[in-house]
């Protein structure tokens, strides 16, 4: 097997959680399957701890990383492959893109998220008009469009990607407890994400005053604000590290992904729930998006639409502990069978050594004809 190159520019280091799990955590397996991939973020640590701490946009330094990321593209001729995180230059046309694709070189570009939105949705009617097609043409530009559900695909399709692989966010679970934990003490409902996803679980705060009444239950929510509070629900937050996170949520009975019915939120990988289910919890979820496709009903969680559901589903698993216990160990089982990185690594190798494949046959892969990639389809059952 012959070894390629791959130029992969991710938006964030690996403090960055998006950059993290679908970029660098790949990197030792797709060594021993002979791609060699050098990273180029195109923020350093700095910019993100002022981004998520204090909220703050260094201007001067976005356009600084932005020059030093044009300098960089020069090189990537050299390469098999250049592997973008969603868009090289944010808030630019996709003129690089599309003249890069034009010289030859083959991009892979990847999304875990609903970054269209961010343009096609922008209230300003000049701006929307100019920008709302950019991601479409990144990705009818892209050699392969790697994508984390079948929201994200679909919008492929209609761009006129010519190849799709659904790739999903997954964890390494060598990491995780392999044991199922037996949390003692008050029942603890857990939630993790950032003050930018906050509003989801607030979408739910309505149904958690009546689940903590009586004192045996509250809300373990990791890397909320400080302003977080329910009336009439004790709620404890945990500041977010990735040293700890994997402990904190291990102490909870139960984990819960609410969304919001929302364009962005059917364009969410689900993430929380991997993790939940990683740690063998049970888990109660909106059935909406990729969360839909995660889950299980019955067997590796429930799922809720309404406050009244959301009430049921929390009292249900935690008045039966066999019923919750037998829910996690399914979940987990899940993901390890296909959201693990152990099971999804061989996928996304065989999908970059598609896109750098230049031979005649590489032809017949492509998935342009509206099949929306079936050649690299859903690991999930």
């Known amino acids: 097997m012959q070894r390629i190159r791959v130029l992969c520019f991710p938006r964030y280091t690996a403090s960055g959680p998006s950059s993290r799990y679908r970029f ?14 050098t990273l180029f973020p195109l923020h350093e640590d700095d910019y993100v701890k002022e981004l998520y701490v204090n909220h703050n946009r260094d201007h001067v330094k976005f356009a600084l990383a932005l020059a030093k990321r044009m300098m960089l593209l020069l090189q990537a001729r050299n390469f098999d492959i250049v592997w973008i995180a969603g868009e090289l230059f944010p808030w630019l046309p996709s003129t690089m893109e599309n003249a890069l694709s034009r010289l030859g070189v083959r991009l892979v570009v990847d999304y875990d998220d609903a970054l269209f939105h961010r343009y096609d949705q922008l209230s300003n009617p000049v701006l929307r008009t100019v920008y709302r097609k950019k991601i479409d043409r990144v990705m009818a530009a892209a050699s392969l469009v790697v994508v984390g559900n079948d929201y994200l695909a679909e919008r492929a399709t209609v761009a006129g990607a010519k190849r799709i692989a659904r790739i999903p966010t997954v964890i390494d679970l060598s990491k995780y407890p392999s044991v199922q934990p037996s949390p003692a003490g008050e029942f603890t409902v857990g939630w993790i994400g950032s003050p930018v996803t906050q509003s989801a679980l607030e979408s739910i705060l309505p149904a958690l005053p009546a689940f903590c009444a009586g004192g045996d239950g509250h809300i373990s929510a990791i890397g909320a604000s400080e302003d977080l509070s329910v009336a009439g629900c004790r709620v404890v937050r945990i500041p977010w590290t990735e040293e700890t996170e994997i402990g904190d949520l291990s102490k909870c009975h139960v984990g819960v992904m609410p969304l919001i019915g929302d364009a962005w939120s059917r364009g969410k990988c689900g993430f929380k729930l991997i993790q939940y289910m990683g740690c063998h919890l049970p888990v109660v979820a909106s059935p909406i998006g990729a969360n839909a496709q995660i889950v299980v009903p019955g067997e590796t969680g429930l799922f809720a639409s309404n406050g009244g559901e959301w009430l049921d589903g929390l009292c249900r698993l935690r008045a039966d502990e066999a019923y919750r216990r037998r829910l996690g160990a399914a979940g987990r089982i899940r993901v390890e069978r296909n959201y693990s990185l152990e099971a999804v690594l061989p996928r996304l190798a065989a999908a970059l050594r598609s896109a750098a494949d230049r031979s005649p046959r ?9 099949s929306t990639g079936r050649d690299f389809d859903s690991i999930a059952p």
């Open 362 to 370: 590489s032809v017949g892969l492509s998935a342009s004809n509206g």
């Open 24 to 37: 660098y955590q790949f990197l030792p397996g797709l060594s021993d399957h002979k791609i060699d991939v």
